[in-house]
Each structure stands twice: as C-alpha cells, then as structure tokens.
C-alpha cells in the first residue's frame, strides 16, 4: 500500500497543466479543471485531488488491496508535508521536498515501514 501512495504522489508532484491527458501505453487517464483532477487507470485504480490554497486533499481507491484511502498534505515553499489514512486503518506521514529539478520524498507508515524515493525530471524516480 505504501508503494502504490507513493506513486500517487509522484504523479501529483508532477501533473500537466493541460484539461486531459494520457500517459504512454494509455496506462492513465486524467481530467483536469481549475481546482480538481481526476485519473483512472487500465487496472480500475482511480484517486481524485483537490488544490485550495496551499492545502492539497487527495482521496483514491487501490486495485490490489481494495482499499479506498485519503491524503492530505500542505505546502511550505519547498517543502510538502502529508499525512494519509487507509480503510483498514493504515496511517502514513511524509515529505516532499523540491531541490532544483530534484524531488526528495520521505514516507513511513503506522505498520513501520519506511521508504525514501528519489525523483528527477530528466532521469524519473528511483
């Protein structure tokens, strides 16, 4: 579960600007207005994200564990501090912070993992 809130919220870190859009091999498709976006994607996995002010609130449904969950994370300049909940109980916390084209995210979960992911836009995630 972690895995996949982490891939969520590289996505967000990373959405176009423009009102509909696919990525490669159709694997997701958004929408986009001012404030909202919506994606699917092949598997069934959806998530919704709303922008107010420097507040992001995100909620999404995972395929594999069928678990619905929600997100809410607030910006700082820099730096991005979030805090999720699954429906089976399933808390994480974070942070993003944007270096240069760098995105640097931190997670750990109620059930101890941990995880640190490295993004840059020219080479992707790692």
């Not at 995100?58 to 619905?68: A, E, K, P, Q, T």
Request: proline share 1%; charged share 15%.
């Amino acid at each position: 579960m972690l895995r996949s809130i982490t891939t969520v919220l590289l996505l967000c870190l990373s959405v176009s600007a423009h009102a509909a859009f696919t990525l490669p091999g159709d694997a997701m498709r958004c929408t986009r207005s001012a404030t909202l976006l919506n994606c699917t994607d092949r598997f069934g996995n959806h998530y919704g994200i709303a922008q107010q002010g420097n507040d992001t609130l995100m909620r999404g449904f995972d395929v594999i564990s069928g678990l619905s969950w929600s997100q809410t994370s607030t910006t700082y300049g820099r730096l991005q501090l979030f805090t999720g909940v699954s429906a089976d109980g399933q808390v994480w916390f974070g942070s993003s912070r944007r270096i240069g084209w760098n995105v640097v995210s931190r997670l750990s979960s109620s059930q101890g993992d941990r995880d640190r992911v490295n993004c840059n836009r020219l080479t992707g995630c790692r």
